[in-house]
C-alpha cells in the first residue's frame, strides 16, 4: 500500500520537473560530472501522510495530493528548485543542484515559506467524517556536499550525499509541525532578508557538539527605497569625474545659484545610475530630491512628469476625490507661499482634469494661458527656500510639451536660488535640440578596467568570471547594462559551455533571450505588464490579468527575483516598475500585432471599469490603450477628451497631438452625420490650439476645414463658434479687414441661435478689430454696444475684458481721463472678483493712463502695484513691462539713475525671456535716455535696434513712435533733413493706424522745420 501511494505521487511529480532544469540538463547532454558543490537542501515532511492516506479510497487520495501536493510543486517549480527525492511522508528539495543560482538559499527559504504556507491553507481533510488538520515540518540547510549520478548505466539517478543532506534532515526532524527550521550558514546567507527566531542550540544525533538553529518568522520588509536601491544595484564602478563635476555643480546651486544641466547617454550606459549615486552623497541628503520620470506612452500627456512630483508635493493620495485634493493643495501652498493660493484653482486642475468649453477658452487672456506655468515655477521658488530642491527630471527624450515649455520657463528663473535641475537624456532619441543652450555631461561607455570590475562584482564564481571576463568586457562596449543582463543568471551555465557561449551582440537580444528562458505563465504575465507600461499598479494589474491574487504574487516576485521588475511603495499606490524600460520594450515588442490589440483593448476597460467615477483623471492612459487596440469609437473619444483636458490646462502643443490622433482615426471611419459633426468640432478645437501657438496657417486650413464639415449637417451653432475662431485668427495676424467680415458672419448666426453671451463676445472683438484698424470710432460704437449687452445679460467675465478694449481706444485717442475712469472702474471688478491678472494688467494700464496725464506720482505708484502682483503671481513678463514704464517715467524728470536702474532690470527679464519686443522697448528708452545726455551717436544706433524689432514684429504703434522721438532727437543734433525724414515716416506711421498721442507734436515741429 505504501508503495502504491508513493507511486501516486511519483506520476505526480514528473510532469513537474522545473522545465529550466530538465533544460538545462538536457544542455548538458551525455551525464552529470560527479563534483563537490555548494547546496541548499530541503526537507519537507508533512506528520502522518502516509499513515492517515492509508484509510482513504485510491481515488480520495489522488484528491488529497493534488491538493495539497500541486501547489507545492508549482513553488518549487517557481523557484526552480529541484525534487530530489520521495520520502514517506514528503520531499527532499535540492536548490544548487544540479544547476545553481547565485541566491539558492535565499530561493530556498522563499519556497519554504510559501510551501509552509500552502499546506496550512490547504491541508484539512476529511476521514472517516473527522476533520484532520495535516501540517508540515521544514527544514533546512546549506553546505558542500557531493553530488553526482549514481547507479547502473541503465537506471540512473542524480543524487547529492553529505553531512549538509544529514543534517538538514535531522533538522526537519527537531521542529515543530507548523515551523521552519534553518541552519547556521543558510542563516547567514539569507539573514538580510528574512526575520528569524533568537538562536536555538540544539543537540543532533550523531553530533557531538550543540548545533545552532534558528526558526524562521518571516520575510523582512525592505522599508525605504534607498534601501531597497542598494540591494538591488550592483556595485557602483568608475564614474569619479563626473560625479565630482555634478557635485560641485550641487554645491553651487546650494549657494542660491540655481543650476541645470542635462545628462546624455545612450541606453543604458548609466545615466539614471548616475543620478541616484549622486544622490546619495551627503550635501544632496540636505535637498528636497524631487525626481520623476517621463515615459513614451506619456509623451503627449500635459505636464506628466510633472503630476508625479505635485502628487508629492501636496501629498496626494490615490483615494482622494477632488475636495480633498483641494483642501491639499491649498494648505500646501499656504505654507510653502501664500501668496500664490490665487493659483490653486490651476493645479487642482491640473490633479483633478476639469474641461474648460472651447467659447471659454476663446476669451481667456494670454497672460492667464499662461499663468500656470507661472505659478508653478514661483512654487519650485517658494519650496526651495524651505531647502535647497534637486529637480530630477528623467528621460526628457519623452517630455511632453507642456512640460518643456515649464522646464524652459523654470530655469531662467532660479539664477538666485537654491535649484538644481538635472534632465537625463537618452542621445538617440534626442528630440531636435532639446533646451540646446543648457550645459550638457556625456555619459560615455565605462572604460575596459571599469568593465571588468563589474563583471567581477557580478559573477561571484571565479573560473567562470575568468573564463568569460575578456569576452562579455568586450562584447559589452562598456555599457553596463549590457554586462548586468548578460550576466544574469550566467553562473547557472556550465563551465564547459562558456568558452564557447555566444554573446548576443545588443543588449535587446540578450533581455529577449532572458525572457525567453521564464516560465510560460510567467512569460505571459511580463508581456501584460509591459502593454500596461513602464509602471503597473497592483490591484489594476490583477484585475487585467485576472489571475488570483496570490498566485500574481508569486509570479511577480519570481520577475522580481529574475530582476525583471521592481517593486516600488512611492505615491501614489502600491506598484510595480520594470526594473529598466529597456525590458519593457523589448518584452512589448514581442507581443504579436493582434495579441498587442486585444491586450490594450484589457486594460483600456479594465481601467474604465475601476474609475468609473473619476474617470477624468484617466482619460490620457485610455486615450492611449483604446488608440493602440481595435476599437476605434473609444479611441476617438478619449483622445478627444485627453485633447480637451489637455486645452484647458493651456497645454495646446499636447491638445494639437491629441486632437490630430483623434482626427487620424475618426477620418479612418465612414462618414456618418454624427462623425461630421465631431469632426467639425474637433477640428475647430484643433484650430484654436493652433492658432494660439502661431501655427496659423495650420489653423486656417483647419478651420475651412471645420467649416465645411459643419456645413454639410447645418449645425449653424457651431458655425457661428467656427466663423467667431476664425475671426480671432485673422486678428491675430493683423488683418482686420477679414477679421471683421467673419465675425460679422458670426455675428449674424448667433443671433439667429439667439446666443447672447456669444453675441456679446462677437461684438467685442468687432470693436476691437475696428480700433485697431484705425477706425476708432466705429470701434467705440461696437464695444458701447457690447458693453451695454453685457450689462444685460449680466455677463461681467466679457464686461470686463470690454472696459480694457475702451480704455485702450481712450489711450488712442487720447482721452486719458476717461481712460482713467474704464480703467478704475475694472479693477474694482476683478478686485472683488479677484482675478489678480486683470488687476495685474489694469493697474499697469492705469499707470499709463496717469503717465499721459503727466500725473508722474500716481503713475509710479500703478506701476510699482502692478509690479508687485506680477511678483506675487511669478509674472516676470509683466514685471519686465512695469519696469520699462517706471524707466519711462524716470526718464522724463531726468532722473537718469533711477532710469538706469530699471533698465537694467529689465533687460535682465527680457533676455532671459528672449522677448524681442521687451528689448525693443528697452533699445528705445536707451535711445531717448542717450538724446538726453546728449550722445547723438549711441542714441541713433538705439534707435535703429529698436525700429528694426518693431518693424519685423510689426508694432506700428511703437514704430511710429520710435521715428517720432528719433526725428526729435535729430533735431536736437540740428540735423535738420535726417529730422524732416524721420518725422514724416513717423506721421504716416502713426496716421495709418489713428494713434494721435504725438501727431500734433510732428505737425509743429515739422512746420518748425520749415522755417529754417
Ligand atoms: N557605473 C556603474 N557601475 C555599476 N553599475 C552601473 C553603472 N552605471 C550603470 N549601472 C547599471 O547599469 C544599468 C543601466 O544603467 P541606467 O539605468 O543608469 O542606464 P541609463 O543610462 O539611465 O539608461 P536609459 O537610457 O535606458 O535610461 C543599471 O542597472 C545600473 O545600475
Ligand atoms: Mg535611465
Redesign the pocket.
Known amino acids: 500500500m505504501k508503495e502504491k501511494k508513493q507511486n501516486i505521487i511519483l506520476e505526480l511529480f514528473k510532469p513537474y520537473v522545473p522545465k529550466a532544469v530538465t533544460s538545462r540538463i538536457l544542455e548538458g547532454k551525455g551525464s552529470l560530472p560527479s563534483e563537490r558543490r555548494e547546496v541548499t537542501v530541503i526537507f519537507l515532511d508533512i506528520k502522518d501522510f502516509t499513515h492517515l492516506a492509508e484509510r482513504l479510497d485510491p481515488e480520495e487520495a489522488t484528491d488529497i495530493l493534488n491538493r495539497i501536493f500541486q501547489p507545492i510543486i508549482n513553488i518549487i517549480y517557481k523557484y526552480e528548485g529541484s525534487i530530489n527525492k520521495f520520502l514517506g511522508d514528503g520531499l527532499m528539495i535540492v536548490f544548487g543542484a544540479p544547476y545553481s543560482h547565485e541566491n539558492d538559499p535565499e530561493r530556498a527559504v522563499r519556497a519554504s515559506l510559501e510551501m509552509m504556507e500552502s499546506i496550512e491553507r490547504n491541508g484539512e481533510i476529511e476521514i472517516d467524517n473527522k476533520k484532520i488538520k495535516l501540517r508540515a515540518r521544514i527544514g533546512v540547510n546549506t553546505g558542500l556536499c557531493i553530488s553526482g549520478e549514481i547507479g547502473s548505466p541503465t537506471r540512473k539517478e542524480f543524487t547529492i550525499i553529505g553531512d549538509t543532506v544529514n543534517l538538514a534532515s535531522r533538522l526537519q526532524t527537531n521542529v515543530k509541525p507548523g515551523e521552519i527550521l534553518v541552519g547556521e550558514k543558510t542563516y547567514q546567507r539569507v539573514k538580510d532578508n528574512f526575520i528569524f527566531s533568537r538562536p536555538h542550540k540544539l543537540k543532533i544525533k550523531g553530533k557531538q557538539n550543540l548545533i545552532t538553529a534558528y526558526i524562521i518568522k518571516g520575510i523582512k520588509k525592505i522599508t525605504t527605497s534607498q534601501e531597497q536601491k542598494r540591494n538591488f544595484?550592483?556595485?557602483?564602478?568608475?564614474?569619479k569625474e563626473e560625479i565630482n563635476i555634478l557635485i560641485n555643480i550641487l554645491r553651487k546651486s546650494y549657494k542660491s545659484k540655481g543650476q541645470i544641466i542635462k545628462i546624455i547617454?545612450?541606453?543604458?550606459?548609466?545615466?539614471?545610475?548616475?543620478i541616484i549615486e549622486l544622490t546619495k552623497d551627503k550635501l544632496a541628503q540636505n535637498f528636497n530630491i524631487l525626481s520623476t520620470d517621463c515615459s513614451s506612452w506619456e509623451q503627449s500627456k500635459p505636464y506628466a512628469p510633472l503630476q508625479k512630483i505635485f502628487y508629492r508635493i501636496f501629498e496626494i493620495k490615490f483615494e482622494d476625490d477632488i475636495r480633498i485634493i483641494e483642501k491639499k493643495i491649498e494648505e500646501k501652498i499656504n505654507s510653502i507661499d501664500s501668496s500664490l493660493l490665487f493659483a490653486v484653482p490651476y493645479f487642482s486642475r491640473l490633479l483633478s482634469a476639469k474641461i474648460t468649453p472651447l467659447e471659454e477658452l476663446m476669451g481667456k487672456s494670454r497672460e492667464e494661458l499662461n499663468l500656470f506655468i507661472k505659478a508653478a515655477t514661483k512654487l519650485f521658488l517658494g519650496l526651495s527656500i524651505q531647502k535647497p530642491v534637486l529637480l530630477v527630471v528623467?528621460?526628457i527624450q519623452w517630455l511632453d510639451d507642456a512640460s518643456l515649455e515649464f522646464i524652459g520657463y523654470l530655469y531662467r528663473a532660479i539664477a538666485e536660488v537654491p535649484i538644481f535641475i538635472i534632465c537625463?537624456f537618452?542621445k538617440s532619441l534626442q528630440k531636435a535640440e532639446f533646451l540646446s543652450e543648457i550645459k550638457s555631461l556625456e555619459?560615455l561607455p565605462?572604460a575596459k578596467d571599469?568593465s571588468i570590475k563589474?563583471i567581477k562584482s557580478l559573477i561571484k564564481d571565479e573560473e567562470i568570471f575568468v573564463a568569460i571576463k575578456e569576452n562579455i568586457a568586450s562584447a559589452s562596449d562598456g555599457n553596463?547594462?549590457f554586462i548586468?543582463e548578460i550576466t544574469q543568471g550566467i553562473e547557472s551555465k556550465k563551465l564547459a559551455d562558456i568558452s564557447h557561449f555566444q554573446i548576443p551582440d545588443t543588449v535587446q537580444s540578450i533581455v529577449s533571450a532572458r525572457i525567453d528562458l521564464l516560465p510560460i505563465s510567467s512569460k505571459e504575465v511580463l508581456y501584460q505588464a509591459a502593454v500596461m507600461g513602464r509602471d503597473f499598479e497592483l490591484s489594476l494589474f490583477q484585475k487585467v490579468t485576472q489571475i488570483e491574487n496570490a498566485l500574481l504574487l508569486n509570479i511577480l516576485q519570481e520577475l522580481k527575483n529574475y530582476e525583471f521588475i521592481l517593486e516600488k511603495e512611492t505615491y501614489p499606490r502600491k506598484h510595480f516598475s520594470f526594473?529598466?524600460?529597456?525590458i519593457q520594450e523589448v518584452a512589448y515588442n514581442s507581443l504579436l500585432y493582434k495579441t498587442r490589440k486585444n491586450l490594450h483593448f484589457q486594460v483600456g476597460l479594465t481601467i474604465e471599469k475601476t474609475f468609473l467615477t473619476n474617470l477624468e483623471t484617466k482619460v490620457e492612459e485610455l486615450a492611449y490603450h483604446f488608440k493602440n487596440s481595435n476599437h476605434k469609437e473609444k479611441g476617438i473619444f478619449y483622445l478627444n477628451k485627453a485633447g480637451d483636458k489637455a486645452q484647458s490646462l493651456y497645454a495646446f502643443k499636447n491638445a494639437i497631438n491629441y486632437y490630430l490622433d483623434s482626427i487620424k482615426i475618426l477620418e479612418s471611419t465612414e462618414f456618418e452625420k454624427e462623425q461630421l459633426a465631431r469632426l467639425s468640432e474637433i477640428y475647430n478645437k484643433l484650430a484654436f490650439s493652433q492658432s494660439i501657438i502661431g501655427e496659423r496657417k495650420e489653423s486656417e486650413t483647419n478651420l475651412t476645414k471645420a467649416l465645411e464639415y459643419c456645413r454639410k449637417i447645418r449645425d449653424k451653432d457651431n458655425e457661428s463658434l467656427i466663423l467667431m475662431n476664425m475671426g480671432n485668427l485673422y486678428g491675430d495676424m493683423g488683418k482686420w479687414d477679414k477679421a471683421i467680415e467673419y465675425f460679422k458672419r458670426s455675428l449674424l448666426i448667433s443671433e439667429e441661435v439667439n446666443n447672447l453671451r456669444r453675441k456679446a463676445r462677437i461684438i467685442k472683438s468687432i470693436g476691437l478689430a475696428y480700433l485697431f484698424k484705425g477706425d476708432t470710432e466705429r470701434g467705440y460704437k461696437y464695444l458701447k454696444e457690447s458693453l451695454t449687452l453685457c450689462e444685460s445679460i449680466k455677463a461681467e467675465e466679457i464686461y470686463i475684458m470690454v472696459l480694457n478694449n475702451m480704455g485702450i481706444y481712450y489711450d488712442i485717442v487720447g482721452e486719458w481721463r476717461k481712460a482713467l475712469e474704464v480703467y478704475k472702474n475694472s479693477l474694482a471688478i476683478s478686485k472683488k472678483n479677484n482675478n489678480i491678472i486683470e488687476m495685474s494688467n489694469t493697474m499697469g494700464n492705469l499707470g499709463f493712463a496717469y503717465s499721459s496725464l503727466n500725473k508722474s506720482e500716481q503713475a509710479i505708484y500703478y506701476f510699482k502695484e502692478s509690479i508687485k502682483i506680477s511678483e506675487r503671481i511669478g509674472d516676470i513678463y509683466n514685471k519686465g513691462i512695469n519696469y520699462i514704464h517706471l524707466g519711462e517715467e524716470y526718464l522724463r524728470k531726468d532722473k537718469f539713475k533711477e532710469v538706469k536702474y530699471y533698465i537694467s532690470n529689465a533687460e535682465k527679464i527680457f533676455k532671459e525671456l528672449e522677448d524681442k519686443l521687451g528689448l525693443a522697448d528697452i533699445f528705445k528708452l536707451k535711445a531717448i535716455l542717450c538724446k538726453k545726455q546728449k550722445d547723438w551717436e549711441r542714441s541713433e544706433e538705439y534707435f535703429k535696434r529698436a525700429i528694426k524689432i518693431y518693424s519685423q514684429q510689426g508694432d506700428r504703434l511703437n514704430e511710429g513712435e520710435t521715428y517720432y522721438e528719433w526725428g526729435d532727437m535729430s533735431i536736437l543734433k540740428k540735423d535738420a533733413d535726417s529730422a524732416r525724414k524721420r518725422l514724416i515716416i513717423s506721421k504716416k506711421i502713426l496716421g495709418s493706424i489713428g494713434a494721435r498721442k504725438h501727431l500734433g507734436e510732428i505737425e509743429e515741429k515739422l512746420n518748425k522745420l520749415e522755417k529754417y
Open positions: 544595484y550592483s556595485t557602483f564602478v568608475g564614474r547617454g545612450e541606453l543604458g550606459v548609466g545615466k539614471s545610475r548616475l528623467e528621460d537625463s537618452r555619459i565605462l571599469e563589474l553596463p547594462l548586468e526594473k529598466h524600460s529597456l
